[in-house]
């Protein structure tokens, strides 16, 4: 029934139009009376929150409000891991399109099986649209990205070309073309590719884009000029965005996603405040105790998908940290983000000097054996020859696993580095709330 | 365009506005399936393309146009023949320019071109062909094809005027207009549970209520009482009489939050008086029966700006020069969406002028007065006025008779001359037949003349009127 089509597409953005000037109070109102249905089928169809919220004693009531919400059991990224399948829906509803099964690509260290469908989908396009709408961005030029990807897929030198858009964009605009390269490239083969392709746009990692800036800087390259830079999937700093933009000549754009739910937080157009999707959303931030922080203070990103109804994502403890801001003087009523912080890495030493954006082969990690399930792992770089593994997981790996999971290790890394395993209980986050999949003690 | 102007219709939409969802579970947005989704799609279209500056409205619509104007000379017999007469080459490249040089089509062309209007290559994804025959309320009958797709930018543009003006979907709605004996009569009127297709097809609604225009004026003012309307929609001839009656009987009408006017010229003074006795705003349009809607009132003036997706309007002054804003001049029309009769320069026969871009900073041009469209009130003995219903429809289709234009003139409180152009002339037994329609229609046992003149001139404002009071 729902599809990607071109007009739905724009009806759903004649909507988020008028609901971003809605009121916080408006908003919240409205997906409530979502949520309310959500909770409903989670606990009618769904095994894991059915025993979730049976063991927290939660009954949800006829009519949610702010303080009813507060109630629901938040889940922490553990209890979801370890649900596996008892967190799909066991009735998912035929008119939401085909489920697929996906795993998160792990670049929290945190991997997670979830559900997906068309109508996960549909909306997952709509905030693609939006950020494009907000940003005002011609669909026309061509675009570039630096992003991660499989081993053999969009490598260096060549990486991927296509006449246009992703198909989120191109269901419903006419596009230029897109080309994309494996992160996992050489800075050098990146900066040729670069100028080669000559994109009007560029989408990458900040990491990526600073560690292209200083190896230019370094080895006497010129940066490319580009107009559009956009920042995705790790955390970006006032500081990295000014760098950022004065060594590109262009303007940073950054957003905040996550691959079970989509669409976090766009940059609002006017000012530099990162606004909830809270028609995609509903983002909390809490303390320790699961009560709400006041804007300003730091807390675990809690989020709740208002349509995924193949496997209900409620309350999740996302693993990251975030802090709100207060109302945005652009009159938008969506919920304001000031600071996100945690999700950043750092970058691979290679023996010969040369540094790579670390490819560590998450999914293999996370599928190490059969019937284990992996909640957390960290990748550190000792030496120039030694990478320690770090697997939190529901039980260590025997010898074999661990020879295994190395090789594929090594064949991500691109060198064949030493790989140890270790299996701690956990692994805290760092003070700073930053969580780090790859950490490396080597100095360039 | 900043983007503050652009949010401006956006924050006006009601909360409660949302679309019809698909699914009861995604409502929030809501997840539509078509024709909503087309419906809403056009909007977001609109609602950008509104901003942009003349010149980039200019480029898109002569894109449009090129390819209806290459539509109308390959498939329809009247523009071939028209433009190869006029030894019309279409150029490379389509432009306003070029569109000037076209000669221009008045009704009678259109009369006598009958079916040769009609393209022989309907393109078969606009749907199927209706004609509509014009109601005549120019005096003049005409044919319009119609598709699928004149009638979704009927709807596009009819539920974007509702948008513009930020109306509340889930308020009542009272229509005072035309309607067949019986279908609304005072004192009850009818009920509908929702409002009319171009919302209610896309958003829930609240309901409406109808009441028949010829209904008397105490009627409808005790009718007002009784239903409370949130808006009033119907012609400014029988607002202002309303607003007189009640003026002269010293009891204030109830407020009402928005006053709409359709069909007829609303001035500058009447506007003022509408205002004054319902306390509300006064919102009018800009429509013809055979290119739909041609200019919505600004949300924020009272002039109108031209929907500039939908038609190019020209205002040209007898030599068929382009007249400047703040000229009156003959109102052109050239539909970009008519594939079945394409319109082009299509001399509708109102007068009009256009005004200087607005402060509000659409694009979309400016008409800052129509001059046209005023039908008089028949005057009954006693004093009362009305509206003046003809019955038109009846007697324009006397078996036998080809009626090309009539005028209906109302000489004194006792007698009304009808004045025809017809093939062949009416016998007597016709006549009397026509003059029993007539009187019946209106009210009135008027005395009924008869004249054939050779030719019906337009009124003092440029517009073909169908009736005209000279008691005043």
């Known amino acids: ?444 | 365009m900043s983007e503050a102007a652009r949010q401006t219709v956006a924050r006006r939409h009601p909360v409660s506005g949302m679309p019809h969802p698909a699914l009861a579970e995604l409502t929030f947005p809501t997840l539509t399936v078509e024709p909503v989704s087309r419906m809403l799609a056009l909007q977001f279209q609109f609602e950008r393309s509104e901003w942009w500056p003349a010149a980039r409205l200019a480029e898109e619509q002569n894109a449009q146009l090129a390819i209806v104007l290459a539509h109308a000379f390959e498939t329809t017999p009247y523009y071939r023949t028209l433009f190869t007469r006029a030894g019309v080459r279409r150029p490379a490249e389509v432009d306003a320019g070029f569109l000037r040089s076209l000669p221009i089509t008045k009704r009678a062309d259109i009369q006598a071109a009958g079916r040769d209007l009609v393209s022989q290559r309907h393109p078969k994804e606009h749907g199927p062909v209706t004609f509509a025959r014009t109601s005549g309320s120019t005096g003049q009958p005409v044919d319009f094809g119609r598709d699928n797709l004149t009638s979704l930018m009927w709807l596009a543009c009819s539920l974007r005027e509702y948008l513009w003006h930020g109306r509340d979907f889930l308020g009542k709605i009272a229509t005072i207009r035309q309607l067949k004996p019986g279908e609304a009569d005072a004192p009850d009127g009818a009920r509908t549970a929702q409002w009319g297709s171009s919302v209610a097809s896309f958003f829930p609604t609240g309901p409406g209520v109808l009441l028949d225009v010829a209904s008397s004026l105490d009627d409808q003012i005790g009718w007002l009482r009784r239903e409370k309307p949130g808006q009033l929609v119907s012609l400014p001839s029988n607002l202002v009489a309303l607003a007189a009656h009640a003026k002269a009987r010293g009891e204030p009408l109830p407020p009402i939050g928005e006053i709409r006017t359709f069909g007829e010229m609303l001035p500058a003074d009447s506007r003022a008086i509408l205002r004054e006795t319902w306390g509300g705003k006064v919102t009018d349009m800009y429509t013809c029966e055979e290119a739909g809607f041609l200019a919505l009132q600004c949300p924020e003036h009272d002039h109108f700006h031209v929907v500039a997706e939908n038609v190019i309007i020209e205002i040209v002054d007898e030599a068929g020069q382009a007249c400047e804003a703040g000229v009156p001049g003959r109102v052109l029309v050239t539909s970009l969406h008519n594939f079945a009769t394409p319109l082009i320069r299509y001399d509708i026969g109102d007068c009009a002028e256009f005004g200087p871009p607005c402060p509000c900073g659409r694009g979309l041009p400016v008409i800052r007065h129509v001059h046209g469209r005023r039908r008089n009130r028949v005057v009954l003995p006693d004093g009362r006025t009305g509206f003046p219903r003809l019955g038109e429809r009846t007697f324009v289709a006397t078996p036998g008779l080809r009626v090309a234009q009539f005028k209906c003139v109302q000489k004194s409180l006792a007698a009304v001359e009808l004045q025809m152009i017809c093939e062949p002339r009416p016998d007597a037994a016709q006549q009397a037949e026509i003059a029993r329609v007539l009187t019946a229609s209106l009210g009135h046992p008027f005395a009924v003349s008869f004249s054939f003149p050779e030719r019906i001139l337009p009124g003092p404002n440029g517009k073909f009127e169908t009736f005209v009071s000279e008691v005043s």
């Open chain 1, 1 to 444: 029934m729902p599809s990607g089509h071109g007009s739905q597409q724009l009806a759903l953005q004649f909507q988020l139009e008028r609901t971003q000037w809605w009121t916080g109070a408006e908003l919240e109102a409205a997906q409530f009376k979502t949520l309310r249905l959500l909770l409903d089928h989670a606990r009618e169809t769904t095994p894991y929150y059915r025993e979730r919220f049976a063991r927290a004693g939660y009954d949800h009531p006829t009519t949610l409000d702010h303080a009813s919400w507060l109630r629901v059991p938040v889940s922490r990224r553990r209890e979801l891991q370890q649900a596996g399948e008892s967190l799909f829906s066991a009735r998912p509803p035929e008119a939401h399109g085909k489920v697929v099964a996906a795993t998160t690509s792990g670049s929290t260290g945190q991997p997670l099986r979830f559900a997906r469908n068309e109508v996960t989908m549909t909306f997952w396009r709509v905030f693609t649209l939006r950020d494009l709408v907000w940003h005002d961005e011609d669909t026309l030029p061509k675009i570039g990205a630096i992003r991660y990807a499989p081993v053999g897929h969009a490598e260096a030198p060549h990486g991927v070309t296509s006449p246009h858009w992703n198909n989120s964009i191109a269901v419903t605009f006419p596009t230029g073309p897109a080309v994309m390269l494996n992160v996992a490239a050489s800075l050098d083969d990146q900066l040729d590719w670069i100028e080669r392709e000559r994109p009007q746009r560029l989408t990458s990692f900040p990491s990526n884009f600073l560690a292209l800036a200083e190896h230019a800087h370094r080895t006497g390259r010129t940066l490319p000029r580009i107009g559009r830079l956009r920042s995705v999937g790790e955390m970006l700093s006032p500081e990295a965005r000014a760098t950022i933009a004065e060594a590109w000549g262009g303007k940073v754009v950054d957003l905040y996603s996550c691959e079970e739910a989509g669409y976090l937080a766009l940059e609002c157009p006017e000012h530099g405040n990162y606004h909830v999707q809270a028609e995609n959303v509903k983002l909390e931030i809490l303390d320790e105790q699961d009560n709400p922080c006041p804007p300003g203070t730091p807390g675990r990103v809690v989020i709740t998908s208002l349509h995924n109804f193949a496997s209900p994502l409620i309350r999740m403890d996302l693993g990251d940290y975030a802090e709100l801001g207060e109302p945005c003087p652009c009159g938008r009523g969506l919920p304001v983000i000031r600071r996100i912080l945690g999700r950043s890495r750092n970058r691979l030493v290679l023996p010969n000097g040369e540094t790579h954006y670390p490819r560590i082969g998450e999914k293999a990690i996370a599928e190490a054996a059969e019937g284990v399930t992996v909640f957390r792992f960290r990748a550190i770089q000792h030496s120039l020859e030694m990478v320690e593994m770090q697997i939190v997981a529901s039980r260590s790996l025997d010898a074999t696993e661990q020879e295994r999971l190395a090789k594929s290790i090594q064949e991500n890394l691109g060198y064949p580095f030493r790989i140890t395993f270790s299996f701690p209980a956990d692994i805290p986050a760092q003070p700073n709330g930053k969580r780090e999949t790859f950490v490396s003690m080597v100095h360039v």
